[in-house]
């Protein structure tokens, strides 16, 4: 399976900034994709990103607040704009599994609070 | 309606117990199921795929798909302190790369 590094793993941040998030994979990958984790909500998919052009958003989640970048095919990362208290949450890099028939590997995540 | 409905426990039994987790959903089109574990302050690790209906065994863990009921369900055998985590399921559609999860069970395993 590949191997994902998060960064960082948890912040603390004021209202109005911006965080950007950094995910680097040991191999080379087509997709990476950014999830959203909530307090009690279960995981939401945000973005698809895709080497060479522009990310993929999900319903709900637009371009101008959480842009991502996709520069080569082991590293992206997410930024979180205009920061407020509910965007407080884990957010994790996931890749598709090379190892296995089907799954994806998740990052350990970045822990996110905004005051 | 939830896309993915599950029970977010927790969920607490002594250690050697058989543990039952499960989730239902709504979408008919969904194919493929996983389930994943998640420890405190890690990401979601893939623990178990199944494809379409059918059981799948994998040591102590036997995965279970219902389409005609829309149910799937993860069984522990034997369970033991380090199986205590959160239990996510997750299913998505073929040709999608959009996983849909649920809210995850938090499961204690109690020595």
């Known amino acids: 399976s590949a191997v994902i590094s998060q960064k960082p793993s948890r912040d603390i941040c004021q209202r109005g900034t911006s965080l950007t998030i950094q995910c680097q994979v040991d191999?080379?990958?087509?997709?990476m994709f950014w999830y959203r984790q909530q307090p009690g909500q279960s995981l939401t998919l945000i973005a698809t990103?895709?080497?060479?052009?522009?990310?993929?958003?999900e319903s709900g989640f637009v371009i101008d607040k959480f842009p991502i970048s996709r520069p080569n095919l082991t590293f992206s990362t997410l930024t979180v704009s205009n920061m407020s208290p509910e965007d407080s949450s884990i957010y994790l890099c996931?890749?598709?599994?090379?190892?296995?028939?089907?799954?994806?590997?998740f990052g350990s995540g970045t822990r996110l609070t905004v005051v | 309606q939830k896309e993915v409905e599950q029970d977010p426990g927790p969920l607490s039994v002594p250690e050697g117990a058989i543990v039952s987790l499960n989730c239902t959903y709504s979408?008919?089109?969904?194919?493929?199921f996983m389930w994943y574990r998640q420890y405190s302050r890690k990401g979601p690790e893939l623990l178990m795929y199944?494809?379409?209906?059918g059981n799948k065994e994998d040591g102590r863990f036997t995965a279970q798909v219902d389409k005609s009921s829309k149910y799937i369900s993860l069984f522990i055998r034997d369970s033991q302190p380090s199986d205590s985590a959160t239990y996510l399921c997750?299913?998505?559609?073929?040709?999608?790369?959009?996983?849909?999860f649920g809210t995850g069970t938090r499961l204690t395993v109690i020595p």
């Open positions: 996931s890749v598709e599994d090379q190892g296995r028939n089907y799954g994806y590997t």
């Open positions: 191999s080379q990958v087509t997709m």
């Open positions: 990103a895709n080497q060479g052009s522009e990310a993929t958003y």
């Open positions: 979408n008919s089109a969904f194919q493929y």
């Open positions: 199944t494809y379409s209906s």
């Open positions: 997750a299913m998505s559609q073929t040709g999608a790369n959009n996983l849909f």
